[in-house]
């Protein structure tokens, strides 16, 4: 264990990579697995490069992040936004709350086909898809921190002089930060789910597109190129 926390963050994050590469590789060498389903890692990583240098797969990914961007955005905002009215307002939790675990309660796999419908294969069903992911979790994160939140700091900055505004920045806000990042940086998985979902669903472009049109084939190199990039992305955000 004090070996692994010695090594710096990158070569830690890459370690899960390569304890599994290098079995995956030789039991596809020795033909322990079929990489007709699984493909082989020294036939996936040509495949990787040979989409780095097509324009078409670089429009995806720029799909896929505009999608994934916006989602996340709109998720926060709303989510957050919800969260903090009716963490404020208890009358008002009691009647819509309920409602909000409803709808969290139904997957959205099945509501994905619903917005494709009404609002088309472009960009905008895809970001509602992943606003929807990110809503429930930041409006959660909002609204347990305040009903958490110590009331006696409330009570002491009011007993101090600070106003409405300022119990809510010195107060309230710090209360919530870790409430907050911590919905975030869940969020940008559920952002990436998605748009995933939605792209795979129906779509004229994205990463979830691309991995769809490779299944279709039944090209399982190609199919890892979309997840590989994924968690690439994941693991950038994650490390800044």
């Not at 322990?32 to 240098?53: K, Y």
């Not at 429009?59 to 916006?70: P, S, W």
Request: with cysteine; net charge neutral.
């Amino acid at each position: 264990m004090r070996l692994v926390h010695g090594l710096g963050r990158p070569l830690r994050v890459a370690l899960p990579a390569i304890a599994v590469v290098p079995p995956w590789e030789l039991s596809a060498a020795f033909g322990w697995v079929d990489t007709t389903f699984v493909g082989r890692p020294s036939e996936i990583l040509p495949a990787l490069i040979d989409h780095l240098a097509l324009a078409a797969f670089w429009r995806d990914v720029g799909i896929t992040f505009i999608e994934v961007a916006l989602g996340f955005v709109v998720g926060i905002l709303s989510g957050g936004g919800v969260g903090y009215v009716l963490g404020m307002k208890p009358r008002w939790a009691a009647i819509f709350e309920p409602y909000i675990l409803a709808l969290n309660a139904i997957p959205k796999v099945a509501i994905a086909p619903i917005l494709i419908v009404l609002l088309g294969v472009g960009t905008a069903s895809k970001v509602v898809i992943s606003a929807s992911m990110v809503f429930f979790l930041m409006f959660y994160a909002v609204y347990i921190g305040l009903k958490t939140l110590n009331v006696d700091f409330v009570y002491q900055a009011k007993l101090m002089g600070c106003g409405p505004w300022a119990v809510i920045r010195y107060v309230v806000v710090p209360s919530l930060m870790p409430n907050i990042l911590g919905g975030m940086k869940t969020s940008v998985v559920y952002a990436m789910i998605g748009a995933m979902v939605g792209e795979s669903m129906a779509a004229d472009g994205g990463l979830g597109h691309l991995v769809l049109a490779a299944a279709g084939t039944f090209n399982v190199n190609d199919v890892w190129v979309g997840p590989i990039v994924l968690m690439t992305m994941v693991l950038s955000i994650s490390a800044t």
